[in-house]
């Protein structure tokens, strides 16, 4: 079982439509969890992190992270084309900040398109 | 613009020979992360310097090694080259105190090896 895990893709939506990535984490230690888009041929850009259970509204995309059961996802509201990226979930054992932040586990990627 | 950047964008090396990159922090970030991105693939970890040592260490072979220095720059250093070392480098930086402190990325370098 791999430590963090993305729904398969690639996940194909229309303009407007809401866009849902999953992510399942197998540590149950882990205690931040974070989403980044990257861009074909970029670096990773962090977009949201989440450290609570419940939700977490940032403009058009929303994170919820559910700690019993392991699960983290990203709903993109609004769907436009120039969110077709991947989208990386990753998570680390470390909160309130500190040295662990940079020691995270991410899964392997979702590739979402936005079709017009 | 994250503020942190790498050198050099591109490289292309044969198997066998060893390879340096380089990467500033983000002014005033005192930690250092590297990550390896294979193609298709999310970014693993490397390791971690801060304070110029080094602070944890991902599943990867000693011929990767490293360095931090007083002004918290890095290098990443990888000897005897192998073909599945072909990847994208990232490096990034964080401060190692402060809830609000994720990571930013720099824009990376690619590295081919034939």
């Known amino acids: 079982q791999k430590e963090v895990e993305q729904n398969s893709g690639p996940l194909s939506v229309p303009e407007g439509a809401i866009a849902s990535l999953n992510c399942t984490y197998s540590?149950?230690?882990?205690?931040?969890f974070f989403w980044y888009r990257q861009y074909s041929g970029k670096s990773p850009e962090l977009i949201m992190s989440?450290?609570?259970?419940g939700d977490k509204e940032d403009g058009r995309f929303t994170a919820q992270l559910n700690k019993a059961s392991q699960y983290v996802s990203l709903l993109i509201r609004d769907s436009q084309p120039s969110d077709s990226a991947t989208y990386l979930c990753?998570?680390?054992?470390?909160?309130?900040?500190?040295?662990?932040?940079?020691?995270?586990?991410f899964g392997q990627g979702t590739i979402l398109t936005v079709h017009p | 613009e994250t503020g942190v950047t790498q050198s050099p964008t591109h490289l292309i090396k044969t198997r066998g020979q060893q390879v340096t990159l380089r990467c500033s922090s983000q002014?005033?970030?005192?930690?250092v992360s590297w990550y390896q991105q294979a193609l298709g693939q999310g970014p693993q970890f490397i390791f971690q310097y801060y304070r110029e040592e080094e602070n944890g260490r991902g599943n990867f072979p000693p011929r990767f090694s490293g360095l931090q220095f007083p002004n918290y720059s890095s290098e990443l250093n990888v000897n005897a080259l192998e073909l599945d070392d072909s990847a994208l480098y990232l490096c990034?930086?964080?401060?190692?105190?402060?809830?609000?402190?994720?990571?930013?990325f720099g824009n990376g370098t690619r590295l081919t090896v034939t």
């Open positions: 990034a930086s964080s401060l190692s105190s402060g809830e609000n402190s994720p990571l930013h």
């Open positions: 002014s005033g970030h005192n930690t």
């Open positions: 540590d149950r230690v882990s205690q931040s």
């Open positions: 989440i450290y609570s259970n």
């Open positions: 990753a998570v680390t054992r470390g909160n309130a900040g500190g040295t662990s932040y940079g020691k995270l586990t």
